[in-house]
């Protein structure tokens, strides 16, 4: 009977299809076949309803059949059940978990639905959980190189309807899955390109440095961002020492620096912007801040006569400036200051929490700043008077952010422990498998190939090639070492 089924169902004969099936259930009610092919059936015959109601009963009786699970799971996302597509891919992978042998299903599935996000993150779980299965690492591989390509071609129908966010958000999302992939990181900055060349074309200056801020963060070494930056610098440089902005002049010729420590027209901008800024500090009255701008100058130009003469004036007219007064605090006097700036229940608690913040940081004991921090931000600033609550808020983000960063390197260190499993348990390895998992869950492959003796960074260049495994194991603990070391470096901020 599951036969007849199966030939009247890929004829297209679906009605006589499904009368065979229920038919054939009415004697075998649990049968597997029967039960696939009347859901399958019912949904060509555009029944949805009762096709939902199939495959559901077919999961419930064959929970652990792979198949009928990856089945439903596809019936879900073609009906737009997206939630409860995810729960059974879940599903799916469990029970591959369970037995790799089965990775085809998962696969297949993928395949069917083109849901090449999900369709990564589950191999990679498989590719974790069985790092010596060379199917599945070959199945990661297909699956990435799908995923790029339909994000570029989303992203293109995107950008054809004016949609540039959108395309950003594509390209977003398929680098949180392939973060060194750099196909999808280059489309994404020019993305941004093209965007700051409309903000500039339309005079928003300041747009169009952000934008390529963001295309040089993902694109560092393209050479056309870096001069367009430069372009776009001088002429905001410009437009804020026209208008008598001077602070965020010099903070655009800072940028410039940065992009370009050499340049000497940036750096004698710099000098002019400084001198005109100390003129005008002493003008208004801040005569420290003349001063310091002075002082900017002269380390620039040691021997710049305008700043050497004006700070000259400054000395003899106000010696106070350029002297280190320190009062002799005796005991007498701390109890008159004490007396005079009487220290709240409020100052005390903070100066307390404060102190146990700073042990905790020499320590970095950062997890545990976390609660301390709430403590101080819920104080009561009007009497603390100075102190800036959002100052404590922004300082509170940045530990979270420290904290993050030192979970990752403890992740990396789990991932490349990982690595070395599938490289001692192969006795041959391909560049293609080993630089899936490096460009989805490590580092980029530029980084590794910088850290391999040149023979072997040429080898592995070779996209076919296979590297001898005792090979590459030998130069595989001074790549670890130095992977580790990065990456430490990083989550201590060095």
Do not use: C
């Amino acid at each position: 009977m599951e036969d007849k089924v199966k030939q009247l169902y890929f004829n297209g004969n679906y009605k006589k299809a499904n009368k065979n099936a229920k038919k054939g259930l009415k004697k075998d009610p649990d049968n597997g076949e029967l039960m696939l092919y009347n859901a399958l059936t019912l949904e060509k015959l555009g029944k949805i309803e009762e096709a939902y109601e199939a495959f559901d009963k077919l999961s419930q009786v064959h929970s652990k059949d792979v198949t009928y699970i990856s089945e439903k799971s596809r019936f879900l996302y073609d009906v737009g059940k997206i939630n409860s597509y995810q729960k059974h891919l879940d599903e799916v992978i469990t029970l591959i978990e369970v037995d790799e042998n089965l990775w085809r299903e998962l696969f297949d599935l993928i395949i069917k639905v083109r849901d090449f996000h999900s369709g990564v993150k589950g191999f990679i779980k498989l590719v974790l959980k069985f790092p010596g299965n060379q199917k599945i690492l070959d199945g990661l591989g297909q699956l990435q190189t799908r995923l790029v390509t339909q994000t570029q071609a989303d992203a293109d129908v995107k950008i054809k309807l004016n949609q540039s966010a959108e395309a950003l958000n594509i390209y977003h999302l398929a680098l949180d899955l392939l973060p060194s992939n750099k196909i999808l990181m280059n489309s994404k900055a020019e993305i941004h390109f093209t965007l700051s060349t409309k903000f500039k074309q339309s005079g928003n200056y300041f747009n169009a440095n952000l934008e390529l801020d963001n295309a040089i963060k993902l694109d560092p070494d393209n050479v056309n961002l870096r001069s367009a930056k430069m372009e776009i610098l001088e002429i905001l440089g410009s437009e804020l020492r026209e208008s008598g902005k001077l602070i965020e002049a010099l903070e655009v010729i800072e940028e410039t620096l940065e992009l370009d420590p050499s340049n000497y027209l940036a750096r004698r901008d710099k000098v002019k912007i400084l001198l005109n800024l100390a003129n005008k500090n002493r003008t208004d009255g801040r005569l420290e801040d003349a001063v310091w701008a002075l002082n900017q100058v002269l380390m620039l130009e040691p021997e710049n006569i305008l700043a050497i003469y004006d700070i000259n004036q400054l000395r003899e007219s106000n010696p106070d400036l350029f002297e280190e007064k320190q009062e002799v605090i005796t005991p007498q006097r701390q109890t008159e200051i004490a007396s005079e700036n009487p220290v709240s229940d409020q100052e005390q608690l903070y100066l307390s929490l404060t102190e146990q913040l700073r042990l905790l940081f020499e320590n970095q004991n950062f997890i545990n700043q976390i609660p301390i921090i709430d403590k101080i931000i819920e104080l009561d600033f009007s009497i603390l008077k100075e102190i800036n609550r959002s100052d404590w808020i922004d300082y509170r983000e940045g530990i979270i952010g420290l904290i993050e960063e030192q979970r990752a390197v403890k992740e990396y260190e789990q991932k490349v422990d990982q690595l070395v499993i599938i490289l001692t348990q192969n006795e041959v390895i391909k560049l293609q498998n080993l630089t899936n998992l490096i460009g989805v869950e490590l580092a980029p492959l530029k980084l590794w190939l910088e850290l391999l003796p040149s023979d072997i960074g040429l080898i592995l260049q070779g996209e076919d090639i296979l590297v001898d495994i005792s090979t590459l194991i030998f130069t595989f603990d001074r790549i670890r070492d130095n992977f580790l070391d990065y990456f430490t470096k990083i989550g201590r901020n060095e």
